[in-house]
T-cell receptor
Framework: SQQGEEDPQALSIQEGENATMNCSYK?????LQWYRQNSGRGLVHLIL?????REKHSGRLRVTLDTSKKSSSLLITASRAADTASYFC??????????????FGKGTKLSVKP | KAGVTQTPRYLIKTRGQQVTLSCSPI?????VSWYQQTPGQGLQFLFE???????NKGNFPGRFSGRQFSNSRSEMNVSTLELGDSALYLC?????????????FGPGTRLTVT
């Protein structure tokens, strides 16, 4: 079963606006990762945040992690049309160490209009 | 460094046939994971290999199998294909650590079963 659940399922914004996507999960994790996918192509890794971290930045991306609420958020600032894609959160469950089995949510479809 | 490569990129097979997909990880990465992506089920973990050993397996029937070679290249095999096996098959490679590392995905193999 899916561990991560993204919210919202779809998001439509204007260029220049910020986009916020949320992710909730169920079990203890080693880390949580965010990926982007354009039109059924391969996934592009965006950012990884470990279970002992609370916030991480990478360029226009800001990720937060609240392990007590089992939730994460991805903020994309000053969005561009090129950010149009599906965004997935993936959890690396802690079964006594990482074993390479990311559990993905169903994703948020982001549309950025010029 | 070259990225993760997958071959073939597209494949059309008939029900009952079998298929083998190949994945070459990023140089130095010893962990290879496989995922199936369908519109209905989303991204689902198939299995993960590290040092030629399957460390983890998702909830898929025994028709799905894989292996990893000494050079870390991996193959997955699906026997007795069913229409529901039509999907995008993605492999990902990563370094290995107790608390996990980023997984880097290949472009995928799109399998169509008719």
């Amino acid at each position: 079963s899916q561990q991560g659940e993204e919210d919202p399922q779809a998001l439509s914004i204007q260029e220049g606006e910020n986009a916020t996507m949320n992710c909730s999960y169920k079990t203890s994790i080693n880390n949580l990762q965010w990926y982007r996918q354009n039109s059924g192509r391969g996934l592009v890794h965006l950012i990884l945040i470990r279970s002992n971290e609370r916030e991480k930045h990478s360029g226009r991306l800001r990720v937060t992690l609240d392990t007590s609420k089992k939730s994460s958020s991805l903020l994309i600032t000053a969005s561009r049309a090129a950010d149009t894609a599906s965004y997935f959160c993936a959890t690396d469950p802690n079964y006594g160490g990482s074993q390479g089995n990311l559990i993905f949510g169903k994703g948020t479809k982001l549309s950025v209009k010029p | 460094k070259a990225g993760v490569t997958q071959t073939p990129r597209y494949l059309i097979k008939t029900r009952g046939q079998q298929v083998t997909l190949s994945c070459s990880p990023i140089s130095g990465h010893r962990s290879v994971s496989w995922y199936q992506q369908t519109p209905g089920q989303g991204l689902q973990f198939l299995f993960e290999y590290f040092s030629e050993t399957q460390r983890n397996k998702g909830n898929f029937p025994g028709r799905f199998s894989g292996r990893q070679f000494s050079n870390s290249r991996s193959e997955m095999n699906v026997s007795t294909l069913e229409l529901g096996d039509s999907a995008l098959y993605l492999c990902a490679s990563s370094l290995v650590a107790q608390d996990g590392y980023e997984q880097y995905f290949g472009p995928g193999t799109r399998l169509t079963v008719t």
